[in-house]
């Protein structure tokens, strides 16, 4: 058998070895993962929404309107806002690093990259309380210069770059490394600047993967809450991020307002799955070496 009839076989072979599995168990398995959504997805979903509107919309819209709710909607946007392009450097500039240059430690920059996948959120917001906090290790010289960085802005921020800042980096490393250096190493060689290579060759070549884990990453910025919850001190109208707003209303029994300010989050979770997917389908090359990974 020649190879090109081996390769028209194949697609047959696969659709024959699908078809001979029995009905049974397609069901089963398609009933089983209709199920888990409905629980775990669709369900909550509907609950968040269904309470937010329990008082109609007068109601959540004054629950929206509440100047603690505004303030901590007005933190979480400030967070993202400084959190974000400061992850998007540190992606690119790592990623440009692993993926372009060999050199001394490479993988050990690697695995701290991940490690804010493997350490517990609360545990990284303790880290900085025992550094910035009063009884920290450099808290007294802070506070001595009347420079607040726990339980105030600069704490907030701290934890949730730690917790997002591998999002960005995690995509483009393996994009990049799939793309190789042939077309910058070209650039070089006819003239271009290190500066205009990276803005005319590599940038164009990685922006829907780095579009997509900006994504990622605003999503986790503006959704955390166990990191920000020990940095902040959650005092009301001050230092609560929207997640943090959302626990107090719900201990206070106020569960519409709580509700409400939550479908804010479900609504930013809604559309990034929304955007998540157009670009995975208008882009998909692009985006599966870093999907993969």
Same mark, same amino acid.
């Given at each position: 058998?020649?190879?090109?009839?081996? *390769?028209?076989?194949? %697609?047959?072979?696969?659709?024959? =070895? #699908?078809? &001979?599995? %029995?009905?049974?168990?397609?069901? +089963?398995?398609? @009933?089983?993962?209709?199920?888990? +959504?409905?629980?775990? +997805?669709?369900?909550?979903?509907?609950?968040?929404?269904?309470?937010?509107?329990?008082?109609?919309?007068?109601?959540?819209?004054?629950?929206?309107?509440?100047?603690?709710?505004?303030? @901590?909607?007005?933190? &979480?946007?400030?967070?993202?806002?400084?959190? #974000?392009?400061?992850?998007?450097?540190?992606? $690119?500039?790592?990623?440009?690093?692993?993926?372009?240059?060999?050199?001394?430690?490479?993988?050990?920059?690697? !695995?701290?990259?991940?490690?804010?996948?493997? #350490?517990?959120?609360? #545990?990284?917001?303790?880290?900085?309380?025992?550094?910035?906090?009063?009884?920290?290790?450099?808290?007294?010289?802070?506070?001595?210069?009347?420079?607040?960085?726990?339980?105030?802005? %600069?704490?907030?921020?701290?934890?949730?770059?730690?917790?997002?800042?591998?999002?960005?980096?995690?995509? +483009?490393?393996?994009?990049?490394?799939?793309?190789? !250096?042939?077309?910058?190493? *070209?650039?070089?060689?006819?003239? *271009?600047?290190?500066?205009?290579?990276?803005?005319?060759?590599?940038?164009?070549?990685?922006?829907?993967?780095?579009?997509?884990?900006?994504?990622?990453?605003? @999503?986790?910025?503006?959704?955390?809450?166990?990191?920000?919850?020990?940095? =902040?001190?959650?005092?009301?109208? $001050? &230092?609560? !991020?929207? %997640?943090?707003?959302?626990?107090?209303?719900?201990?206070?029994?106020?569960?519409?307002?709580?509700?409400?300010?939550? =479908?804010?989050? *479900?609504? $930013?979770?809604?559309?990034?799955?929304?955007?998540? =997917?157009?670009?995975?389908?208008?882009?998909?090359?692009?985006? @599966?070496?870093?999907?993969?990974?």
């Amino acid at each position: 058998m020649s190879n090109g009839e081996a *390769a028209l076989l194949l %697609p047959l072979l696969a659709r024959v =070895s #699908v078809a &001979t599995e %029995p009905h049974w168990a397609r069901r +089963l398995a398609i @009933a089983v993962a209709l199920v888990f +959504l409905f629980l775990f +997805l669709i369900l909550p979903l509907v609950v968040v929404f269904v309470e937010a509107f329990r008082h109609g919309l007068g109601g959540y819209l004054a629950a929206l309107q509440e100047a603690d709710a505004q303030a @901590a909607i007005r933190l &979480t946007l400030t967070v993202a806002a400084i959190a #974000v392009p400061m992850n998007l450097v540190f992606g $690119l500039v790592a990623s440009w690093a692993i993926a372009k240059f060999a050199f001394r430690g490479r993988s050990l920059l690697i !695995t701290l990259i991940d490690l804010p996948f493997s #350490v517990s959120p609360v #545990v990284s917001g303790l880290i900085y309380l025992l550094l910035f906090g009063a009884q920290g290790l450099w808290g007294s010289w802070f506070m001595a210069h009347d420079i607040k960085i726990a339980f105030a802005l %600069p704490g907030i921020v701290l934890a949730t770059i730690f917790v997002t800042f591998p999002f960005v980096a995690r995509q +483009l490393i393996p994009l990049m490394q799939e793309q190789g !250096t042939a077309e910058e190493e *070209a650039a070089l060689t006819l003239g *271009a600047s290190g500066w205009r290579t990276f803005l005319t060759v590599t940038l164009p070549n990685i922006k829907w993967g780095l579009l997509y884990g900006v994504l990622l990453c605003n @999503a986790r910025a503006m959704g955390e809450f166990g990191a920000v919850s020990v940095v =902040s001190g959650h005092i009301r109208g $001050l &230092t609560n !991020t929207i %997640p943090l707003h959302v626990e107090i209303l719900y201990n206070e029994y106020n569960f519409v307002a709580a509700f409400a300010v939550a =479908s804010l989050l *479900a609504c $930013l979770a809604l559309l990034t799955l929304a955007l998540k =997917s157009y670009l995975e389908w208008r882009h998909g090359a692009d985006l @599966a070496g870093g999907a993969s990974h």
